[in-house]
């Protein structure tokens, strides 16, 4: 069974501070990786994908996370906050073989953006 | 081309009546997902359609929920006889199919559904 594991429910920068929104997974296959932005009352909007290419992936927004196997993990780093980056993010995993490619979504994490 | 389209956005229900939500997936995508989000949680996955097949509902709850997504017109989440614990958003999701490439999903707006 896929799980995804989001430390910190909530993290505060200020303008201009680097991002970094921490995921951990575990999957019993080579998973496919996914975070995804949601501003107040909308729906999901991708940001990146990971799905066994480079491990360094980069996204819209000035987004990019890391895929790194031995650590089980895919944060998602931003080297300048801005103050439109304030949503929630949610990391997911797909397996990548049968029963199609239902995602398993962490918790999530707000982020806030301070001037 | 038209995103994913849920309808309604928003539903209120009384204890006991039935709610349906709609989705109409992205042009040329034939796979369907739904998710449930309920306060301070994360999404949950509910069902998995092809047009008039549905290939997993292991997220479904036993009873009074059920899906589908027939061969003309949207996919249907049907929930009966709603009780206040069914109040969350309902996210619609769709692509292409197992042979995409990128297995992404592309999500609607949800449908937010309170029971009074």
């Known amino acids: 069974a896929q799980s995804v594991t989001q430390l910190g429910s909530h993290v505060s920068v200020s303008e201009g501070a680097l991002v970094l929104l921490r995921c951990n997974y575990s999957?019993?296959?080579?998973?496919?990786l996914f975070w995804y932005v949601q501003y107040p009352n909308q729906g999901l909007q991708l940001l990146l994908k990971y799905t066994s290419a480079a491990t360094l992936v980069k996204g819209i927004n000035g987004f990019e996370a890391e895929f790194k196997k031995s650590e089980t993990s895919f944060h998602l780093t931003k080297p300048s906050a801005h103050m439109s980056d304030a949503a929630e993010y949610f990391c997911a995993v797909s397996e990548t073989g049968g029963g199609g490619n239902k995602l398993t979504f962490g918790t999530g994490t707000q982020l806030k953006v301070e001037l | 081309n038209a995103g994913v389209m849920q309808n309604p956005r928003h539903l209120v229900r009384r204890r006991g009546q039935e709610a349906r939500l709609r989705c109409s997936p992205m042009k040329g995508h034939s796979h369907v997902y739904w998710y449930r989000q309920l306060p301070e949680e994360g999404l949950k996955f509910m069902v998995y359609?092809?047009?008039?097949?549905?290939?997993?509902e292991s997220g479904m709850p036993k009873e009074r929920f059920s899906a589908e997504f027939p061969k003309e017109g949207p996919s249907i989440l049907r929930i009966q006889q709603v009780v206040r614990g069914d109040s969350a958003a309902y996210f619609c999701a769709s692509s292409p199919g197992r042979t995409s490439v990128s297995y992404e999903q592309y999500f609607g707006p949800g449908t937010r559904l309170t029971v009074t």
């Open positions: 359609l092809q047009k008039e097949n549905i290939i997993d």
């Open positions: 999957s019993s296959v080579p998973p496919y």
